[in-house]
T-cell receptor, first 112, second 110 residues
Framework: DAGVTQSPTHLIKTRGQQVTLRCSPKSGHDTVSWYQQALGQGPQFIFQYYEEEERQRGNFPDRFSGHQFPNYSSELNVNALLLGDSALYLC???????????FGEGSWLTVV | RKEVEQDPGPFNVPEGATVAFNCTYSNSASQSFFWYRQDCRKEPKLLMSVYSSGNEDGRFTAQLNRASQYISLLIRDSKLSDSATYLCVVNKGGSYIPTFGRGTSLIVHP
């Protein structure tokens, strides 16, 4: 039973570029949430997808967008990258909004 | 005031010690509470849920105090392998979005 999987695990981008991160939820889970975690901080909620729609959004600019596919997998897109976007991006899945979340190993993004 | 606050530590304790962490939350409508553990450069993993009556899982005990709006985690007989960051997580009523504290760092030394 595969857990939450994310790709890529590490990537380096240049300021101003765009990035796409991918997530496949744990088997049986239909809800995907994305978090950003800077060094020394707790994960900060970006948005949550359920039934292919963005259900809730945290305090992040429109440069951050996402998508959920019919198979429940999800993408996080970040446009016009800033140095401050360098962080660990975590995908978490659950069997419905409000249920316990389980994290993938994350994608380490470095913006130079 | 932050929604979920934790002392970042680090808490530096010898093996075998008992250590306790507190976490305060600001939203009185919060309904569910958890502790996650995060190892260095790894993803957070669920350690335990926190129930109103308090609950225990081996060496770990979690407590909830709704009146004072805090939760606690007690670790008895600390092991070297307990060294990690412990994240307090609160689900606000109605939003279903877990809100994380910044974490408390624990270092257990020989």
């Amino acid at each position: 039973d595969a857990g939450v999987t994310q790709s890529p695990t590490h990537l380096i981008k240049t300021r101003g570029q765009q990035v796409t991160l991918r997530c496949s939820p744990k088997s049986g889970h239909d809800t995907v949430s994305w978090y950003q975690q800077a060094l020394g901080q707790g994960p900060q909620f970006i948005f949550q997808y359920y039934e292919e729609e963005e259900r809730q959004r945290g305090n992040f600019p429109d440069r951050f967008s996402g998508h959920q596919f019919p198979n429940y997998s999800s993408e996080l897109n970040v446009n016009a990258l800033l140095l401050g976007d360098s962080a660990l991006y975590l995908c978490a899945s659950s069997s419905g909004p409000g249920n316990t979340i389980y994290f993938g190993e994350g994608s380490w993004l470095t913006v130079v | 005031r932050k929604e979920v606050e934790q002392d970042p530590g680090p808490f530096n304790v010898p093996e075998g010690a008992t250590v306790a962490f507190n976490c305060t939350y600001s939203n009185s409508a919060s309904q569910s509470f958890f502790w996650y553990r995060q190892d260095c450069r790894k993803e957070p993993k669920l350690l335990m849920s926190v129930y109103s009556s308090g609950n225990e899982d081996g060496r770990f005990t979690a407590q909830l105090n709704r009146a004072s709006q805090y939760i606690s985690l007690l670790i008895r007989d600390s092991k070297l392998s307990d060294s990690a960051t412990y994240l307090c997580v609160v689900n606000k009523g109605g939003s279903y979005i877990p809100t994380f504290g910044r974490g408390t760092s624990l270092i257990v030394h020989p």
